[in-house]
């Protein structure tokens, strides 16, 4: 699976979008881009994936570079609950579909 | 509808003390099957999966094991514990979607 990159941690204003980005240069043709969160105390919530065309669901949207080297994940009215850790994944639906995590991004949504 | 069930939400044992953890799922048949830890203030680390009944797959060298005696149980064991197995235990399943389930979690605490 590609190594994924992201910022240690960001802060957005509560009701403003919140965007996250995340770097994955070594990304394969066959790789999906996977967004999951980690609200403190829980497991892993899934988000939203993509492969090359951009997606967008009831939680956030996803937006894929045309190289597919980088994505963003877009919160588009973040609300204090959505404080969490983000976590970006790039991976193939290869035996076992494992997914590794990374150290994500803290986001932090403020009042 | 797919649930996932762990237990117990909390555990305290002695070092040296035997482990069990035991995750169930609801609602999907022949789901891959996953166990990670986080240590405090750490990331996800995947220990153990499963794509089927008895076949198990460790992911890093431990003090630990896991084996799938039925579709949809899947349980963590050790025959001693250590510090270090410290953490938080959360078991997953995959049920050949893109999205992985995950389950409200065990802390163990080792003492």
């Known amino acids: 699976d590609a190594k994924t990159t992201q910022p240690t941690s960001m802060d957005c204003a509560e009701g403003r979008a919140a965007n996250l980005p995340c770097n994955h240069s070594?990304?394969?043709?066959?790789?999906?881009v996977y967004w999951y969160r980690q609200i403190h105390s829980q497991g892993p919530q899934y988000i939203i994936h993509?492969?090359?065309n951009n997606e967008t669901n009831e939680m956030a949207s996803l937006i894929i570079t045309e190289d597919r080297k980088s994505s963003t994940l877009i919160l588009p009215h973040a609300t204090l609950r959505d404080t969490a850790v983000y976590y970006c994944?790039?991976?193939?639906?290869?035996?076992?579909?494992?997914?590794?995590f990374g150290a994500g991004t803290i986001l932090r949504v403020k009042s | 509808s797919q649930t996932i069930h762990q237990w117990p939400a909390t555990l305290v044992q002695p070092v040296g003390s035997p482990l069990s953890l035991e995750c169930t799922v609801e609602?999907?048949?022949?789901?891959?099957l996953y166990w990670y830890r986080q240590a405090a203030g750490r990331g996800l680390q995947l220990l153990f999966y499963?794509?089927?009944?008895?076949?198990i797959s460790s992911e890093v060298p431990q003090n630990l094991s896991a084996s799938r005696p039925q579709d949809r149980q899947f349980i963590l064991s050790s025959k001693k514990l250590l510090l270090s197995d410290s953490g938080f235990y959360l078991c997953?399943?995959?049920?050949?979607?893109?999205?992985?389930?995950f389950g409200p979690g065990t802390r163990l605490t080792v003492l």
């Open positions: 994944i790039a991976r193939d639906l290869g035996y076992g579909n494992k997914l590794v």
């Open positions: 499963s794509v089927g009944i008895g076949q």
């Open positions: 993509g492969l090359k």
């Open positions: 609602g999907t048949s022949n789901p891959n």
């Open positions: 997953a399943f995959h049920p050949r979607t893109h999205e992985q389930f």
């Open positions: 070594t990304i394969s043709g066959n790789e999906y």
